[in-house]
């Protein structure tokens, strides 16, 4: 066994307090991201986006936000994929974004809802053709062979489509996720840390401060 009990550092990048906090979770997201942009970081709208399984258990992985707004978070992906059925038995969703160069966390939870055809195909004609291909090359979440497999479908569906536009793949779509909390995270000195819970309270939002 490795004992990694003494890797450990001081957070000492700045305190959080009450008095900085916007009134609506989605304004101040959008201020710590845009200083995740700005900082920069690297893939800066990267978040775990974790679901679980019909049997109760968790799955986490990394997907890229794409859009949000006072309504919520959206993302997209293969409606076949493991994340998608899974959120299709259970609509329940968290999100986490690790912005640890500034360290930071923002932490998600809520409901996902399903974009209509016409949202999703608006972003998919924004994606790079090569990007619109793949999308109907991979069964997300199966197995397969070997990455030749994928290569040759990928090499087959270019040709298929070199001539004029790639189509929506019936099966790719996209996800809102509509927030019940947000808890904003500041790294602190002495493992300190400040955090600040988001919760909904009628047509509003409660602002909480948790212990570290």
């Known amino acids: 066994m490795s004992d990694l009990s003494d890797i ?3 957070y000492t990048l700045g305190g959080l307090r009450r008095a900085d906090l916007a009134a609506e979770p989605m304004a101040q997201f959008e201020l710590w991201m845009q200083q995740a942009k700005d900082a920069p970081l690297t893939d800066p709208t990267a978040m775990v986006v974790a679901t679980v399984d019909a049997s109760g258990q968790p ?5 890229l936000l794409k859009r949000f ?3 919520g978070f959206v993302f997209f992906t293969n409606l076949e994929s493991r994340k998608a059925t899974q959120l299709a038995g259970n609509a329940h969703i ?3 974004f690790p912005w640890h160069p500034l360290e930071r966390q923002v932490a998600v939870t809520g409901k996902s809802e399903a974009l209509s055809t016409a949202e999703v ?3 998919f004609l924004t994606r790079p053709k090569d990007s619109q291909i793949a999308a109907w090359v991979s069964q997300q979440s199966s197995k397969i062979s070997a990455r030749q497999a994928l ?6 569906m270019k ?3 070199s001539r004029g536009e790639v189509p929506l793949p019936k099966f790719w779509g996209g996800y809102r996720v ?4 947000i808890e904003f995270w500041q790294g602190g000195e002495h493992r300190l840390h400040d955090r600040f819970l988001y919760s909904r309270s009628g047509d509003g939002w409660q602002i909480d401060r948790l212990a570290p």
């Open 151 to 156: 290569e040759s479908k990928f090499a087959e």
């Open 121 to 123: 195909l608006k972003y």
């Open 69 to 71: 707004d006072e309504h």
């Open 59 to 63: 799955f986490q992985r990394i997907v």
């Open 178 to 181: 509509v927030p019940d909390s």
């Open 94 to 96: 968290s999100l986490l």
């Open 159 to 161: 040709a298929k489509f």
């Open 8 to 10: 450990r550092r001081e």
